[in-house]
């Protein structure tokens, strides 16, 4: 029976070999570049191989891995705990931007710009630990879902991405996100969502301090923006937090311009990759007029642009 | 043939496996202290097991892991680099700063306190981009030498603590350096000497920027410092680029000691460890009262102090 089963198992083999790697995805333009580019890539005899520690992959994380309508996920849950701390202690909205957040008002407090912005972040963000908060913010998703799919947040990730990151994996490449976003929200469940462990996500991040509180040690979060990851930031996010120019890279609006032109610039072989959310049906459609992120893809750039209409045959995960 | 071959193996087995992974290290409280720490967190039957995501072991570089004597090679090395600039072109030493550093007079430097130090560095070190920075490091360091030993200084590597590196990473922990140093010097020979990437090196950083020179996405390192990773900025960096608690901490001066008492106060197991200089004739000894580093070390605190002299039986690799 032992022989049988290995003789079986031998048989079987070319099979998993030629499985798909990437079901999600239509045959197009945009899946076979991106099969050819990665199979080149781990290919020694090929010319468009990459040794491995050079096997950088960087994904915008809203709108690239998961969904950013109607707004980002992180506002979300910034007016949610804003709300549940103005509950718990109605002397908490001291400012108009702070009742504006408590009462939900997201248009209100947005009125005041990003100092009203910042001024909610840092009343309903600081003053807990590092650890504090990415445990409350896994907490929150677990139970948060969307006004209007009724999903979990964690469920409006995209599945053709999750078989990208997946493929890359097998394929020796180290997979990263750079986003704009918050890294202490994103870091709570890249881990889960995306196999992408915290180490391996680099963001916008507040002021962090070191402080001892009743004889404990703590590096605790500080109003004030340290870094923001966005635009122009997001190469220099890559160097500080990699060290090495990514030859793959995700991203789907202007803030990942930058970050796309620096990459693609380098020396070949390179891929940039953008999300064009063209399905009103099962995701949203929305481009470069769009007030929360549009595509401002320059086609000439060699990116290669990914409809999701066209080119995914499902977008949420089955589960 | 073959199965002789295989019957031989698999009787060698059990001698691999009983070979000592720290061989430069002497039989002792700080050797014993170690190995039992890595084989409990590799032994799920064990109470001191470590989840494997959670092995996360740092280490401090300048007298952790190499030589910091006489002065950091860092400094060395900017102030080589000043001296080169200013006998290119006599006008570069526009200030009693530079013009001291152009002598080589480090004292005359230091003299002028913080701001003339970083004057030095911002005038040698910057207006370049950080790929061009680190690939000139790497270049200096393949000829630079040790005034004292003659040595290359990547051969005044700690051959104990390569050991106890790859002693870890055999047990599934992930190593990353946290120096007060520059993070663009180190990660110019740390994959190559320690076998630790760029992105497990965390630093001192300067400004960077972003920038398109003559129509090419850069960037650049640019004046002023972003993020001092020393003192209270070691937790501090360790959460914005690692985002887990170390369970394994490696230093040697009161610059680590923040960075020792955060992680070793998390929940057990926990393993502090500190290299003391005891060595006048292999290498240095100097203690708190040296003006470059010093360890304060509480031994109450439990970490575990290796005394150079009594611990290690080979200091540098004979290589």
Redesign the interface.
């Known amino acids: 029976m032992l022989r049988l089963a290995a003789a079986l198992l031998l048989l079987a083999a070319p099979l998993f070999a030629q499985t798909d790697p990437l079901p999600s995805w239509r045959e197009g333009a945009a899946k076979s570049a991106i099969l050819d580019f990665v199979a080149a890539a781990a290919d020694p005899a090929s010319q468009g191989f990459v040794p491995e ?1 050079e096997r950088v992959a960087v994904f915008d994380n809203d709108g690239t891995l998961w969904a950013e309508q109607p707004i980002y996920v992180q506002a979300t849950f910034i007016f949610d705990r804003a709300a549940r701390l103005a509950a718990a202690d109605p002397a908490w909205a001291t400012t108009p931007a702070l009742q504006a957040a408590a009462a939900g008002d997201v248009a209100g407090v947005l009125s005041g710009g990003t100092e009203a912005l910042l001024e909610v972040v840092n009343a309903a963000t600081t003053g807990m630990s ?2 504090t908060f ?1 445990a409350e913010v896994a907490d929150w998703l677990a139970t948060a879902r969307h006004p209007d799919t009724g999903l979990l947040y964690t469920q409006m990730v995209y599945e053709p991405m999750l078989e990208l990151l997946d493929l890359l994996r097998d394929n020796g490449f ?1 997979t990263y996100i750079v986003t704009g976003g918050g ?2 929200f994103v ?1 709570a469940f890249a ?1 889960t969502s995306y196999g992408i ?3 391996n ?1 680099i963001g916008t ?1 507040l002021e ?3 402080e001892i509180i009743d004889g ?4 605790m979060r500080a109003p004030g923006v340290a870094f923001i990851d966005d635009g ?2 997001k ?2 996010g ?8 990514p030859v793959f890279v995700a991203g789907n609006s202007d803030g990942d311009k ?1 970050m796309l ?2 990459a693609t ?1 380098g020396p070949d072989p390179r891929m940039g990759l953008l999300v064009h959310h063209t399905d009103a049906d099962r995701e949203w459609a929305y481009d470069r007029e769009s007030a929360i992120g549009g595509l401002d893809a320059a086609p000439d750039a060699g990116w290669v642009v990914v409809d999701m209409a066209e080119d995914w045959t499902t977008v949420y995960p089955d589960r």
Chains 1, 2 share one sequence.
């Open positions: 520690p590092v650890e990415v180290e890294q202490d870091r881990e462990p915290p180490q996500v991040v962090t301090r070191f404990v040690p703590e590096v122009a930031g190469p220099v890559i160097v500080r937090g990699i060290g090495r120019r930058e032109d620096w610039a």
